[in-house]
Nanobody, 123 residues
Framework: QVQLVESGGGLVQPGGSLRLSCAASGRTFTRYGMGWFRQAPGKEREFVGSINWSGGSTYYADSVKGRFTISRDNAKNMVYLQMNSLKPEDTAVYYC????????????????WGQGTQVTVSS
């Protein structure tokens, strides 16, 4: 079992930046991918991006490509989501998740989830 806790969400203006953190505890083995998902009001949970176990490979949804960056620090059991040039449509609850494998674009490819952190982009 791996427990995940997201933090760093908040209210920002369009064009602003936030960095979300995901802290892992429990059986924190390093050889697994991690992903970020988000769920906006009235919408289904959607894939944001993923990172492989070493941090050497990342994959992003088209909607955030070029603006968001995923990184990880396995020594600290941390995964990060740097969000730049934020738009109102980025408003959502953001979730960190542990991947079973692959790029992990689907919810069923993850077996552990955090509680989520709210990101609101508004003037």
């Amino acid at each position: 079992q791996v427990q995940l806790v997201e933090s760093g969400g908040g209210l920002v203006q369009p064009g602003g930046s936030l960095r979300l953190s995901c802290a892992a505890s429990g059986r924190t083995f390093t050889r697994y991918g991690m992903g970020w998902f988000r769920q906006a009001p009235g919408k289904e949970r959607e894939f944001v991006g993923s990172i492989n176990w070493s941090g050497g490979s990342t994959y992003y949804a088209d909607s955030v490509k070029g603006r968001f960056t995923i990184s990880r620090d396995n020594a600290k059991n941390m995964v990060y989501l740097q969000m730049n040039s934020l738009k109102p449509e980025d408003t959502a609850v953001y979730y960190c998740a542990k991947s079973i494998g692959g790029r992990g674009t689907m919810e069923y490819e993850y077996d552990s989830w955090g509680q989520g952190t709210q990101v609101t982009v508004s003037s």
